[in-house]
Structures are given as structure tokens and as C-alpha cells.
């Protein structure tokens, strides 16, 4: 089955810094890779997705995350940290085999951005 | 086009007793999907319905059941509540079943407290 390991439940960064939250998935097949933002006492909203294609994801809010087979990552990265980014994200993967919901997630990263 | 809407936001319960949450889609969409959000144990997937068939559930004792009206609403049951129940419930709808990379667009959730 597949699944998701985040490295690092919290990160902090100073506002304009470089973010990096790092995702790394295990998945039998080629994967579906999703970051998704939490705001405090809000739902999860879609940052980005990877299905086919090009590697390199753009999406919402200024950040990006790269594909990489090899490595079996999907880091997401922004180049200068804003206050309203602290939150919390989550990388999913799913296989999109048949009518299983198969989505995983991981454990969450906290983002914390100082002035 | 309106989100997803789920009701009620905030739900104070306690032992023994049962609950009941509802979750409008977006318009359109006949898949929703149901997780379970906790500090020690994340994102958990309880349950799927497409077009008013259950058609995947997560591992989640017989407690927590749902089902979905013609409409696409949907509505999950939690019976004999206990105290690690307590939980955010999110709910999250997208137009196909959850395949192909298909994106899910979560609502803000209803958080549940059982005293």
C-alpha cells in the first residue's frame, strides 16, 4: 500500500526565506502526489498536483514542488516565505486504482514564519 | 460556485450518545468523502459514496456508518460515542470517484467534542 512520510512536523523559516517541506511517498505504481494548505480551524485546500506530465507542479500562493521518481519525493518549496503562509501542510499520494479511495496522507508540517 | 458546506461547524456530545454531521458537495459533484482528523492520528479516510453507493470504507469500527441522499448530501452517523471520538470531521467532495488524480475539495470540517 502506499504512504507518505514528512520529514519534520515543524519547520520555521523567517519571512522572506526559502520554504522547503519535505515529502517522500512509496507507492507500487506511478503515483498521484497532492499538497494541501490548513489554515487554524479550516478544511484542507489543494496547493498543487502532480498526475502525468511535467514534474515540476506549480500552484497557489507563490509554491511549487518538483517530482522526482528517483528519489520518490515531492518536496514543495516557495522562494520567500510570506507571513500568511504559517499553516499547516500536508503531502497526499494516491494510486487511483479502481473505485478504492486510496488516498494517504502524512503527518502534517507545521509552518511557522517569523518577522 | 458555492464549496463545500458542512454542518454543524462545532458539536459538544458525551458518552454514549450518537451524532449525526452533514456534508453538502459542490455542485455537481457525486463523490463525497469522509476523513477523520485527530492530533495523534492525523488524516484517516472513513468512507466514500459515489452516486448513493458506499463504495469504499476505511477501518473504522461499525460505530461510524453513512450514507448518501440523491442529491449527493450526505450525512455520517457516529452511534455510542466515546471520548476518542473527538475529532475534526471533514468532508470532501470531488466529481468522479476518487481515481485518475482527481482533486478533492475538502469543507471546513465539524469539530466534535465528547465529554
Known amino acids: 500500500a502506499q504512504s507518505v512520510t514528512q520529514l519534520g512536523s515543524h519547520v520555521s523559516v523567517s519571512e522572506g526565506a526559502l520554504v522547503l517541506l519535505r515529502c517522500n511517498y512509496s507507492s507500487s505504481v506511478p503515483p498521484y502526489l497532492f499538497w494541501y494548505v490548513q489554515y487554524p480551524n479550516q478544511g484542507l485546500q489543494l496547493l498543487l498536483k502532480?498526475?502525468?506530465?511535467?514534474?515540476l507542479v506549480k500552484g497557489i500562493n507563490g509554491f511549487e514542488a518538483e517530482f522526482k521518481k528517483s528519489e520518490t519525493s515531492f518536496h514543495l518549496t516557495k522562494p520567500s516565505a510570506h507571513m500568511s503562509d504559517a499553516a499547516e501542510y500536508f503531502c497526499a499520494v494516491s494510486e487511483g486504482r479502481g473505485n478504492n479511495n486510496d488516498m494517504r496522507f502524512g503527518a502534517g508540517t507545521r509552518l511557522t514564519v517569523k518577522p | 460556485k458555492a464549496g463545500v458546506t458542512q454542518t454543524p461547524r462545532y458539536l459538544i456530545k458525551t458518552r454514549g450518545q450518537q451524532v449525526t454531521l452533514s456534508c453538502s458537495p459542490i455542485?455537481?459533484?457525486?463523490?463525497v468523502s469522509w476523513y477523520q482528523q485527530t492530533p495523534g492520528q492525523g488524516l484517516q479516510f472513513l468512507f466514500e459514496?459515489?452516486?448513493?453507493?458506499?463504495?469504499n470504507k476505511g477501518n473504522f469500527p461499525g460505530r461510524f456508518s453513512g450514507r448518501q441522499f440523491s442529491n449527493s448530501r450526505s450525512e455520517m452517523n457516529v452511534s455510542t460515542l466515546e471520548l476518542g471520538d473527538s475529532a475534526l470531521y471533514l468532508c470532501?467532495?470531488?466529481?468522479?470517484?476518487?481515481?485518475?488524480?482527481?482533486?478533492?475539495?475538502f469543507g471546513p470540517g465539524t469539530r466534535l467534542l465528547v465529554l
Open positions: 502532480y498526475t502525468t506530465g511535467a514534474t
Open positions: 470532501a467532495s470531488s466529481s468522479l470517484l476518487n481515481q485518475l488524480g482527481e482533486t478533492q475539495y
Open positions: 455542485s455537481g459533484h457525486r463523490s
Open positions: 459514496y459515489f452516486s448513493e453507493t458506499q463504495r
